[in-house]
C-alpha cells in the first residue's frame, strides 16, 4: 500500500476518467471534490495500522454493556476514567509549566498484554489516544472506552481511524452509554463558548439514527462536564441545577431540537478528578461515576446506527480512501505478469487492501463492501483471464508436443513408403500414448479441445497402422516373389532351407508386430501359401521337359530385371514427390512374353507368372498411392500446424484484449481497448478463404462485440454508481437539513434535485435502463422535507397559540389579581363601616365576561376555567363572608340591646 496515500499521477487518472465518461452535469460537483482533494491529506497505511490495532481493544466490548466516552482530544477524558475506576486517591497533582496537572500513581491500567489503557496525556498539543483504550470489568459485565476524540489534533487520517473505531465498538458492545464529555470552561467562558457544544451535538447527530424520533438512544447519552469547579467566577457555589440551565440555554441557541435539548440537559452530570463535592450542589464525584453510568443504558440495535458516525467532511474522506484502495489495488494486480501468474496470485497481491476493507465491512463503515465486492469482482475477472490463459498454454504445449510426435511418425512412415527397406519397423506410439493419457487425465483442458487432441492422435494411429500393413505387405511379397525366382534357379531346390533364409525372418517379424489379427493373418498366410507353391514348383521342375525351366527362368529373369527398373523408377517419382502413374509397360513386355511361351509352359506356371506380374504391379501402385497419401497428410499436417499456431496467436490476441477490457473497467476509463492484434489476426484469417477459419472469425467479431457490452455495461454501472452516490449525498444532505433547522418557505435545493433528474433521465435514455429507485429515492428525500416542513411550521403555529395563550392567561391573571385586591379592599372597606353589602363588582365581572369570550384561549379551557374558578371563587368567597359579618353584626345588636335594658333596669333600681 502507497506510504502517502494517493500521488498527484493517480488523482490525475481519475479526473480524467471521471471527465472522459460522465455525464456534463455531474462534472461540476467532480471538478469541486477535485479542488478539495489536494487539502486532504490522509495516510491509508497509518489509517490501516491504526484500525487494526484497535481490533484487539474492540474486541474486548463484544457482548459488553459498553461505557463509551467521547469528546473532543484533549479534555481529560483518560484521567477522568482512571479515578473512576481506581479512585481519587490514585491520582495527584504535578505542576507542569505553570500549571496543575494530575498525574496517575501506582500502577496504571493495563490489558491483558501489559500494555497501558488509559494513558495520561503529557503532550498538550496533540492527542495521547491512538486507539481506543476498552478496559474490561468482568465481574460487572462491563467495558469502558477512552474514544479517541473527534477533530483530532494530528489530522484527517486519525480522525477517520477514532470514526471506525467508535463504530466497531457500538457495533460489537450488547448496550451503550454513551457518555459525551467536555470542559466546564466550555459552557461557562465567553471565549469559544457553544463550540464544544456544536460539535458534540454533531457528533451525536452523527451517532444516532435522525428516526430517532422517541428519543430512545439519545435517553441513554450523558453529557459529562468534566474539570468542574467548586465556585464559579463569581464566587458562587456550582451547582447541577445551574450547569443545567447553562447547557439548555446553549443547546437551544444551536439545535432547534427543543425535545432533544431537554433531555440531554437532564441526563447532564458534572465532575472532577481533582476534588470532591458537597452533596446539596447535585455534583458527581469520580469514584461514584462507575455506578452512575450503568443506571443508563440503551440496546444498539434500536437506538443507534449500525454504521459509521460520518460527517459530511469524513464522508468525503472515505469516498477518497475508497477510490485509493481501489486504484492501489489495481496497480498491484497489473503489476503480476500474466505469463506466469497462478490464479490465487492476484488476490494475494491486494491482499492488505481487501483485509483493511474487511475491517471496515466487519464495523459497518458505508461502502466498505461495495467497493471490497468490486474489487473482488476484478480479481475474479484476473483470475478466471489466467486460468483461461493456464488452459491455452496447457493446450498449446500439448499441441505442440502432439504435432512434433505426430511429425516423428509421419517421418517414420515416410521411411516406409519412401524406400525398399528390407526390415520394416512399426513407429514408436509411445510418446503419443503419453500424451493421450496426459490429455484424458488433464481436467484444465476444454472438452472441445480434449476432443480434437485425441481425434487427432487416434486418426494418426490408425493412418500410420495402415502404412505399416502395406508396407508390411509390400515387403511380404517382394520377399516372395525373390522366393520364388531363388527356387526357379535351383535344379533341386532345399524348399525349407531357403524359407528358412529367405522367408522365416519375415514370419517372426509378422508374428511380432502389433497388426490387427486379421492382417497379420492374411501375411501369414501369403508365406505359407508361398512356401507350398515353391514345394510344388521343385517337384514340377523335377518331372518337366528342361525347356520349361529354360523359359521359366528366362520369364523370371526378366520380370526381375523390370522389378528392379520399375522400384528404382518409383524411388526417384516418390523423391520428388511426383505421384503421377508410374509407366508400366516393362511390365506388359512381361505379359506377352507368358503369353508367348504358352506351348512351352504348362496352365500352372503361366499362371504363377501371370499372377507375380499382377501382384508386382499391384505392389508398386499400392507404394505410389500410399506415398502421395503420406505427401498429403504431411501438407495436411503443415496446414494444420500453421492453422494450430494461428489460434494460439488468436488465444493471445483474445487473451490480451480481455485483460485491455479489465484494465478499462477497473481504471474506470471505458473507451475502446487496443485491438489491432485482433484484428490483424482476423485480416490474415480472411485472406487465406478457408472454411476451417470461419468459426474463428466469427468468435473473433463475437469477442468484440461481447467486449463493447461488457465495456458498456460497466460504463453504465459506472455511472449508476456516481449518480447514486451524489444522489445519496443529497439526499442526507436534505434530510440533515430538514432535521437540524426549521426549512425555509422556499425549498434550497431545487437547482440540485432538477439537476439530478436531468442526470437520470439522459443515462435512462442513452441506456434503456429505468433508474426509478433513484428517482424514488430524490421524491422521497423532498416528501420528506417538506413533510418535516410541515410539521415544524405546524409545530410552531401550535407554540405561538400556546405561547398567545400563555401571556393571555399571565395578562387575565394579573388583572384579576388587581380586580380581587380592589375588590377585597372595597369589601373590608364596608365591613369596616359597617356598610353591610357587597361592593361594586363591576371591574370582576367584565374580566368574566371578557374571559368567556376570549378567542385566544379556546382550545386551553383548563386556563379559561383556572381564570374564572378565580372571579367566581372570590365572589363565592365575599358572598359568604358578607353573610358571616351579618350574623355577626345582628348578634352584636342583640347582645347591645341586652346591655342597654339591662343598664336602664339598674338605674331604675338606683332611682328607686
Not at 65 to 75: E, N, P, Q, R
Not at 390 to 417: G, H, P, Q
Amino acid at each position: 500500500m502507497g506510504d502517502e496515500g494517493r500521488t498527484k499521477r493517480g488523482r490525475e487518472q481519475k479526473k480524467q476518467s471521471q471527465e472522459a465518461n460522465t455525464p456534463k452535469k455531474a462534472r461540476n460537483s467532480l471538478e469541486d471534490a477535485e479542488e478539495q482533494e489536494t487539502k486532504i491529506d490522509i495516510d491509508i497505511q497509518t489509517l490501516n495500522e491504526l484500525v487494526h490495532a484497535s481490533s484487539e481493544q474492540i474486541k474486548k466490548a463484544a457482548g459488553m454493556h459498553c461505557i463509551m466516552v467521547i469528546g473532543k482530544t484533549g479534555i481529560g477524558k483518560s484521567t477522568i476514567l482512571t479515578a473512576m475506576i481506581k479512585g481519587m486517591s490514585s491520582l495527584h497533582a504535578k505542576k507542569e509549566r505553570g500549571a496543575v496537572h494530575l498525574v496517575s500513581e501506582g500502577d496504571p491500567i493495563t490489558d491483558d498484554h501489559g500494555n497501558e489503557i488509559f494513558v495520561i496525556g503529557h503532550d498538550r498539543g496533540k492527542s495521547q489516544t491512538d486507539v481506543p483504550g476498552v478496559y474490561r470489568d468482568a465481574k460487572r459485565k462491563v467495558a469502558i472506552c477512552d474514544c479517541p476524540g473527534f477533530k483530532d489534533t494530528r489530522g484527517k487520517t486519525f480522525e477517520i481511524a477514532n470514526a471506525i473505531n467508535i463504530s466497531g465498538i457500538i457495533t460489537v458492545a450488547k448496550s451503550v452509554t454513551i457518555v459525551a464529555a467536555f470542559p466546564y470552561a466550555s459552557i461557562a467562558s465567553a471565549e469559544g463558548r457553544g463550540d464544544v457544544l456544536r460539535e458534540l451535538l454533531q457528533s451525536l447527530r452523527s451517532i444516532f439514527s435522525v428516526k430517532d424520533e422517541d428519543l430512545s438512544g439519545l435517553e441513554a447519552v450523558i453529557p459529562l462536564v468534566l474539570k468542574t469547579p467548586k465556585l464559579d467566577e463569581g464566587g458562587d457555589q456550582v451547582t447541577i441545577e445551574n450547569l443545567r440551565e447553562m447547557f439548555l440555554s446553549l443547546l437551544s441557541s444551536n439545535s432547534d431540537d427543543k425535545m432533544a435539548c431537554e433531555t440531554l440537559a437532564k441526563n447532564l452530570v458534572a465532575t472532577s478528578a481533582m476534588h470532591a463535592f458537597k452533596e446539596d450542589t447535585g455534583l458527581t464525584n469520580a469514584d461514584d461515576l462507575m455506578d452512575l453510568f450503568q443506571t443508563t443504558r440503551c440496546r444498539v440495535y434500536e437506538a443507534l446506527h449500525l454504521g459509521l458516525p460520518l460527517t459530511q467532511s469524513i464522508q468525503s474522506d472515505l469516498q477518497e480512501i475508497y477510490n485509493d484502495l481501489k486504484e492501489t489495488a489495481n496497480v498491484k494486480m497489473a503489476q503480476v505478469s500474466m505469463d506466469q501468474a497462478e490464479p490465487g496470485d492476484f488476490a494475494a497481491a491486494c491482499e492488505e487492501e481487501m483485509n483493511f476493507l474487511k475491517v471496515l465491512r466487519k464495523y459497518k463503515v458505508p461502502g466498505a463492501d461495495r467497493v471490497l465486492n468490486a474489487i473482488r469482482a476484478t480479481t475474479y475477472r484476473r483470475k478466471k483471464t489466467v486460468k483461461q490463459q493456464n488452459t491455452n498454454n496447457k493446450e498449446k504445449k500439448l499441441t505442440r508436443e502432439l504435432d512434433n510426435a505426430i511429425a516423428k511418425i509421419d517421418s517414420d512412415v515416410w521411411e516406409m513408403i519412401g524406400h525398399d527397406l528390407d526390415s520394416v519397423q512399426l513407429p514408436d506410439f509411445n510418446h503419443l500414448g503419453k500424451l493421450k493419457m496426459s490429455i484424458k487425465d488433464d481436467p484444465d483442458i476444454s472438452e472441445s479441445q480434449r476432443s480434437d487432441l485425441l481425434a487427432k492422435i487416434r486418426t494418426t494411429r490408425q493412418k500410420a497402422m495402415q502404412m505399416f500393413f502395406n508396407a508390411m505387405s509390400q515387403r511380404t511379397d517382394r520377399c516372395v516373389r525373390s522366393f520364388h525366382y531363388k527356387v526357379m534357379e535351383q535344379a533341386n531346390p532345399d524348399v525349407d532351407a531357403m524359407y528358412r533364409d529367405m522367408l522365416q525372418g519375415l514370419q517372426n517379424d509378422v508374428e511380432r508386430c502389433e497388426l490387427v489379427e486379421h492382417d497379420k493373418k492374411d501375411l501369414l498366410e501369403r508365406l505359407a501359401t508361398a512356401k507350398r507353391e515353391a514345394l510344388k514348383q521343385r517337384e514340377r521342375i523335377s518331372s518337366v521337359d528342361p525347356k520349361w525351366k529354360t523359359k521359366m527362368n528366362e520369364i523370371s529373369s526378366i520380370l526381375s530385371t523390370a522389378e528392379r527398373n520399375l522400384r528404382s523408377t518409383l524411388d526417384r517419382k516418390i523423391n520428388r514427390q511426383d505421384f503421377s502413374p508410374l509407366d508400366m509397360s516393362p511390365l506388359d513386355k512381361v505379359r506377352k512374353e507368358i503369353q508367348s511361351s504358352q506351348k512351352t509352359l504348362d496352365e500352372a506356371s503361366l499362371s504363377i507368372l501371370t499372377n507375380q506380374v499382377d501382384k508386382l504391379q499391384s505392389d508398386l501402385s499400392s507404394r505410389l498411392q500410399s506415398a502421395k497419401e503420406v505427401a498429403q497428410l504431411s501438407q495436411e499436417r503443415k496446414a494444420n500446424q500453421q492453422a494450430n499456431q494461428l489460434m494460439l496467436e488468436l488465444h493471445e490476441a483474445l487473451l490480451d484484449y480481455d485483460m485491455a477490457v479489465e484494465r478499462l473497467i477497473a481504471s474506470e476509463r471505458f473507451g475502446s481497448p487496443n485491438g489491432s492484434k485482433l484484428q490483424q489476426i482476423k485480416t490474415k484469417m480472411e485472406q487465406m478463404q478457408d472454411s476451417r477459419y470461419d468459426g474463428l472469425i466469427q468468435q473473433v467479431n463475437d469477442k468484440i462485440r461481447s467486449s463493447a457490452d461488457k465495456i458498456g455495461k460497466a460504463k453504465l454501472e459506472y455511472d449508476v454508481q456516481i449518480l447514486t452516490e451524489k444522489v445519496n449525498s443529497l439526499t442526507d444532505e436534505i434530510k440533515n437539513s430538514s432535521y437540524r433547522a426549521h426549512p425555509p418557505p422556499v425549498f434550497p435545493f431545487t437547482q440540485q434535485v432538477g439537476a439530478l433528474r436531468r442526470d437520470i433521465a439522459s443515462l435512462e435514455s442513452s441506456s434503456g435502463k429505468q433508474l426509478k429507485h433513484l428517482s424514488s429515492r430524490l421524491t422521497g428525500a423532498v416528501d420528506q422535507w417538506q413533510q418535516m416542513g410541515k410539521e415544524k411550521r405546524d409545530s410552531a403555529a401550535v407554540q405561538q397559540r400556546e405561547q398567545k395563550a400563555y401571556e393571555e392567561y399571565e395578562r387575565f391573571r394579573k388583572e384579576i389579581k388587581r380586580a380581587k385586591a380592589a375588590y377585597k379592599k372595597a369589601f373590608f372597606d364596608n365591613m369596616d363601616r359597617e356598610k353591610l353589602m357587597l361592593p361594586d363588582a363591576t371591574n370582576l365581572n367584565q374580566l368574566l365576561t371578557t374571559i368567556e369570550r376570549s378567542t385566544i384561549l379556546q382550545g386551553n379551557e383548563k386556563k379559561r376555567e383556572q381564570l374564572v374558578s378565580s372571579i367566581s371563587d372570590t365572589l363565592s368567597q365575599a358572598s359568604s363572608q358578607l353573610d358571616d359579618f351579618k350574623a355577626r353584626h345582628k348578634e352584636m345588636e342583640i347582645s347591645r340591646r341586652r346591655e342597654a335594658q339591662a343598664s336602664g333596669h339598674n338605674q331604675s333600681c338606683v332611682v328607686c
